[in-house]
């Protein structure tokens, strides 16, 4: 990785800022991009580096969004022929058929904000939490107290308040109304139910009140400290993915909506009709017309292929 690219991977990291680190593993000419050829793809669709011209850097990009948007693990991306380069059931296939040809193989590896816990209280089961949480990519904070405003919540923020009734109900208070990803509380049934009748009698909306996981954990017979702590662990890595899964419904189902929008509401690229590229319409160098469409190409030969009979690709479009 070259010296630029360490730095911005750094600054960004240091900033909480998303990306994702593309490289190229594997190639198969004629491709401009060569195996090592890396670029950062930031959450705007900013890409700095190198791994290929016009056929791939769309593709690239997109990707990066996607991933960015949904989260997820890394995985490979493959421009051209499936048959061709590594072979492997989750590599995400890309056609590339334009007059260059050439196979492209991908590492997109995202690099997402850590998840920040916010411990609230002071307890053996805390200490035990403070140790393992980073072990699963979590951010660890404790306080000490109910004021919750000195820290930024958000919604990769996931909250555990194990005060033993010190301040429990006003820890829950300011957390349930706050838009956290995750609310537990280390508790008995009982003393939960009583938080619950309090909250109640503060205003709080029932909505509000069963964001509450209480007693926090699952239900795995747990005894000691440690063993509470794994079983909240648990509970926080299945919400963690069950939210990135909801993400990725979401965003399929926007995604499904896409032909039924005018193109310059839902995105700034169109796929080329010959080759299946994405084109980004702002920048597009290549362009045709036909009963009142605009077409658009990721090259010149694409350009005059379509132009030699619209008519057959235009109706494959639709």
Known sequence: MSQSLLDLAYKLTQAGEPFVMATVVWCERPASAKPGSQAIIQKNGELVGWVGGSCVQP??????????????DAYLLRLGAPESGIVRRDV??????????GVVDVYMEPHLPQTHLLLVGESPIIAALQRLAPTIDFRVTQLTHANLSE????AHTYILIASHGHYDEEALERAVGSPAAYIGMVASRRRADICRDYLRASGMREEQIARLRAPAGLDIGAITPEEIAVTILAELLQVRRHTRQEQALVSDEQASTVDDQPVDDVAATVVDPICGM??????????????GRDF???????????????????????
């Open 151 to 154: 820290v930024e919540i958000n």
């Open 296 to 318: 658009y190409f990721c090259c010149p030969a694409c350009k005059r292929q379509f132009e030699h009979n619209p008519t057959q690709y235009a109706l494959q479009e639709r």
């Open 92 to 101: 995400r296939v890309f056609p590339m058929t334009c007059s260059s040809g």
């Open 278 to 291: 994405l084109v980004e319409i702002a920048t597009a160098r290549h362009r045709s017309s036909y009963e």
């Open 59 to 72: 593709v690239v990009t997109r990707e990066a969004m996607r991933i960015l948007r949904e989260g997820g």
